[in-house]
């Protein structure tokens, strides 16, 4: 496959995506908003559109990468938040939807991006089969693989991202480094709660991976195979800024600060396995926590 058309490519991942996929001879084509931003991020051989009307009548990607969605993490979850996320998420996968049912030439492969937040909180360990447990994460993550499903139905193999805590120079990550280098860091609520991460480098190798496995279809965890506890991670974040990490944020105030977000996203956690990639062959370059954590601190 060689022609790709990404969503979200100026964003964390996408712009990790880009770099790597340019190095591999795929032809990219970037839907964004805001073209000049993206232009700064990303190499300059991708082709940058605002609009679905600027492709070709015969252009046709055989893959497209939907990772759009305006981020859970960045304040408390008002209604007209939720609906934005709602609208950058569905509403965005059923107009890509919409646009190339009506194409001659169907897009091969789509992979759309969802989260683990799929699967609610959990304290035992969960893969692509378990059942999920209720809540707002959860509904706006079916939602958006049912709206991505569709594509099933003008021939397209479609897989969903269930994506864990991304680990690199941006992200979850740049968020906690600062207290964690003043040693003001430390676990959140309990500590028990789980923390399914992976590294950037994985999180772009798990996307080629499923480009290039043709038996690779539906959910798909990109995590590492190794999840830790809330409080085990910040031990190894600690140990890999050599600051201690032992000061804990109390549980209600993670949920007077951040009400329902923190909640859900802070307060509980899942501990996701990669059954999938696993059982594909796909071979992780960091799946220990502590190589993850100390190669991105030293970069």
């Not at 712009?15 to 232009?39: D, I, S």
């Not at 190894?236 to 800024?241: D, E, I, N, Q, V």
Request: proline share 6%.
């Amino acid at each position: 496959m060689s022609s790709i058309l990404i969503t979200g490519g100026s964003g964390f991942i996408g712009r990790h995506f880009c770099r790597q996929a340019e190095q591999l001879g795929y032809q990219l084509c970037v839907l964004t908003r805001k073209p000049e931003a993206a232009a700064a991020r990303l190499p300059t051989s991708v082709r940058l559109i605002q609009g679905l009307s600027e492709l070709d009548a015969d252009y046709a990607p055989e893959v497209i990468l939907n990772l759009a969605g305006e981020p859970l993490a960045d304040g408390r979850w008002t209604q007209r938040r939720k609906q934005r996320f709602y609208d950058s998420r569905i509403n965005l996968t059923d107009r890509l939807y919409e646009f190339f049912a009506e194409r001659k030439r169907k897009p091969a492969l789509v992979i759309s991006g969802s989260a683990i937040g799929y699967y609610g909180p959990s304290d035992v360990p969960v893969d692509e089969y378990s059942n999920a447990v209720n809540g707002f994460s959860h509904q706006l993550c079916k939602t958006w693989e049912q709206s991505a499903k569709r594509f099933e139905a003008i021939g397209s193999r479609v897989c969903y991202l269930r994506t864990g805590i991304v680990l690199g120079e941006e992200g979850a990550l740049a968020r906690m480094l600062p207290p964690f280098k003043l040693a003001l860091g430390g676990p959140i609520g309990t500590g028990k709660q789980g923390m399914s991460w992976i590294h950037i480098e994985d999180m772009v190798g798990a996307i080629l991976h499923c480009i290039n496995t043709p038996e690779i279809s539906g959910p798909v965890n990109a995590t590492a195979p190794n999840p830790v506890s809330n409080a085990e991670f910040s031990v190894s974040l600690g140990a890999a800024l050599e600051r201690p990490a032992v000061l804990p944020m109390p549980g209600f105030m993670v949920k007077l600060l951040f009400g329902e977000m923190g909640e859900e996203l802070l307060l509980q956690g899942q501990f996701v396995l990669p059954k999938k990639l696993l059982a594909s062959d796909y071979l992780f370059q960091y799946s220990d926590l502590e190589k993850a954590l100390q190669q991105i601190v030293a970069a």
